[in-house]
């Protein structure tokens, strides 16, 4: 049985240091040291994250680092590079790394030389994006196509959508890109409704091939195609990206146009295999290679450099100090870009369907909190909803700022505003405002005395409350590619620390069971014997609506 985390003598030691840091002001240890910025900050991968705004000194950042060796990161660390089956439950290597590393980089494992197998199928999938992208590639009349769907959903949705938008100014403007994912027919008629299926390319995404939100949707894809083309057509119009090949065959599609990954790739870590094809279409090959190689550079920092100047590693200590010592139950993404809207969406499910998990990966109670809820929003639209909890509410919610330099676009003014927003709401968590600062400000207002300490408690800011800045000069293939690379390493590190296996999911499997007997009651016979009373009343009150 493995250690339990609380046990480890940096834990101890850390649970001891908390006593007395968590009285420290912020405030109080920037003025004590002007260098504090370059002290707690780390470049890496064309990113910078500057982890000065957090409740820590060095002291603190030696125990967490110690934490995570005796946590055995560094071994997991090579382990998962190596291709051991570190999915213990199921049984699987985690090689999503292999899908970045350059040629001759990837491990054999199993006899099988997987750096040769990813690139063989990543040249697949670049040279049907630039047959599409060039036009070459034509529909069933012989017209080239201007309209890509994806269906798929989790990670074979999540991924490819939030990149494609991030990279949108570096995308094809000729190629529109649509993703449907819920089974809600909803989403997949709104799409519908605007396309011409003489010109649109269908790219049937799942892992499994047997996910029943995609199935469903694809079949409807197909039943609409079928409306104006032929089954001869199907191929000209549909094709999968799947481990799964005798289910994609059964579908429809001719393998010649299906692209394969492995098993040893999770969903939410896919977006690098071909589960990233509609991203190769929309920003091309090289777009799509340079994606890649940012992933990779921010990989070799993560293997290669000691646990106290590594960014990722560094990423995952402070949420752990703030998850375990100041019992923070949630962490807040705020890209101020507008194009990662989907961002904060994607790391939902990378952190918490890889770290919400309640044993660890013998089984046995973790003992300890584990993933907080990932939330957030672009800024500054956070600022004029929900922030105002963020500064002034009970709870305190370390907050992820990230930022490009440059803009993608030339309206003067615009970029200079983002970012002084960026950086003021970092140095508001941080500094607050107290009652003096307050009651002076009002003060020069000629506000009232009675008035001002009516105002006091209202206007006054805790602060002391912890961020990180995370910039890159501009966002781009490269850069995209190293920030997911860094929480997808941040996400493992504290996996380690936990002792939990980060790459499955069993927890999604039970609403799975159970929605397909009810949708087989709503839509046949109702069984009431196999409910409660809350969910017989919600299938009557359906059937009737549905009748109707
Ligand atoms: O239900 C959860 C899940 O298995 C995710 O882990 C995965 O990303 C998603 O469903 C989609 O699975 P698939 O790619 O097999 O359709």
Redesign the pocket.
Known sequence: MLQPTADLPAFRALADHYAQAKEWRMRDLFARDPRRFDTFSIEAAGLLLDYSKNRIDGTTMGLLAQLLREAGVEQRRDAMFAGERINNTEQRAVLHTALRAPRGGGPVVDGQDVGAEVHAVLERVCDFAARVRSGNWVGRTGMPVTDVVNI?????DLGPEMVCKALRTHAAPHLNMHFVANVDGHDLDAALTRLDPDRTLFVIA???FT?RE?MMNAQSARAWFLRHGTEADLPRHFVAVSTNADAVRAFGIDLQNMFPFWDWVG??YSVWSAIGLPVALAVGPEGFRDFLAGAHAMDTHFRTAPLERNMPAILAALGIWYRNFFGCASVSIAPYHQDLGQFAAYLQQLEM?SNGKRVRADGSPVGIATCPVVWGDVGTNGQHAYFQLLHQGTDMVPVDFIAALRPLHDLPGHHEALLANCFAQAEAFMLGKDAGEVREEMRAQMLPEDRIDALLPHRTFPGNRPSNMILMNVLGPSSLGALIALYEHKVFVQGVVWGINSFD?WG?ELGKVLAKTLEAELTGTPSPEAHDASTNALIARAKAALKR
């Open positions: 798929g959903i989790g990670g074979s799942s892992k499994t996910t995609t969903g939410r369907e999911q999604v």
